[in-house]
C-alpha cells in the first residue's frame, strides 16, 4: 500500500512538472508568432497582423502574444507606425480582457472579429487626420483584414483546444490560419530562398493531395 502511495505520488509529481513545461512552451511559442506576426508587413504598408493574433488567441494566451506582437512593432527601426499599432494592441487587449467575464460574446470567434476591425479601423481613421478622405479606404481595409484574420485564429484555437473531430468550417479556418502565419516567414530568406514560399508550396500539394 506503501509502495504504490509513492509510487503514484512520483508519478503525479513528474506529470504536473510535464503540464507546465507543455503550458511554458505554448506561451513562448505563441509569443514567438505575436512577434512575427507584428513584424509582417500587407500590401501598403499595413501591419495589423499582430493585433489580430492577439484579438483571436484563446485568453489564457493573451498576454504572452501581446508581448510578442509588442516586441515585434518596437524592434528598430522604430516609426510612427509603430506607436499607432502599439495602440491598436493595447486597445485589443484591453477590450477582449474587459469582456472575458461576459461568456457568451467573449468565447465567440465573431466578437474577436469585431473587436479586430472596429478599433484597426478607428485608430487608422483618426490617425489620418487631413488625409481621411485620401486614405481612409485603406483604413477601413486594413480594419477588415484584421477582423477576418482575427476571426479565423479564434476558430482555429478553439478547434486545437478541443478534442474531437473537426468539420469543415474548422479545416478551412485551420488551413488559412496557416497560410497567415506562412505570410511572416515570406521576407526570412537565405541566399535568395524565401522558407515562407517554400512552405506555402508544400501546403498547396498537402491539401490538394489529402483534402482536395
Not at 509510487?7 to 514567438?32: D, N, Y
Not at 477582423?147 to 468539420?167: E, I
Request: positive net charge.
Amino acid at each position: 500500500m506503501i509502495k504504490e502511495t509513492v509510487s503514484g505520488e512520483k508519478g503525479f509529481g513528474f506529470s504536473g512538472v510535464r503540464e507546465k513545461l507543455t503550458a511554458v512552451m505554448w506561451h513562448f511559442i505563441t509569443g514567438a508568432l505575436g512577434l512575427l506576426m507584428a513584424r509582417t508587413t500587407l500590401v501598403g504598408g499595413m501591419m495589423p497582423l499582430g493585433a489580430a493574433f492577439s484579438a483571436g488567441v484563446p485568453k489564457k494566451y493573451i498576454f504572452s502574444s501581446a508581448l510578442g506582437s509588442v516586441l515585434g512593432y518596437l524592434i528598430p527601426p522604430f516609426e510612427f507606425s509603430a506607436l499607432k499599432y502599439t495602440a491598436v494592441l493595447l486597445a485589443v487587449v484591453s477590450i477582449r480582457l474587459l469582456t472575458s467575464g461576459l461568456k457568451g460574446v467573449a468565447k465567440n470567434a465573431v466578437w474577436s472579429c469585431i473587436t479586430a476591425l472596429t478599433v484597426v479601423t478607428g485608430v487608422n481613421l483618426v490617425s489620418l487626420g487631413a488625409d481621411l478622405m485620401q486614405n481612409g479606404v485603406i483604413g477601413i481595409a486594413e480594419g477588415l483584414v484584421a477582423g477576418c484574420v482575427a476571426y479565423f485564429f479564434r476558430r482555429t484555437g478553439d478547434t486545437v483546444t478541443k478534442t474531437g473531430g473537426s468539420s469543415a468550417e474548422q479545416t478551412a479556418s485551420l488551413l488559412i490560419s496557416v497560410s497567415v502565419l506562412l505570410t511572416a516567414l515570406q521576407n526570412i530568406q537565405f541566399d535568395g530562398v524565401s522558407l515562407g514560399r517554400i512552405a506555402s508550396f508544400t501546403l498547396i500539394l498537402l491539401t490538394a493531395k489529402y483534402k482536395r
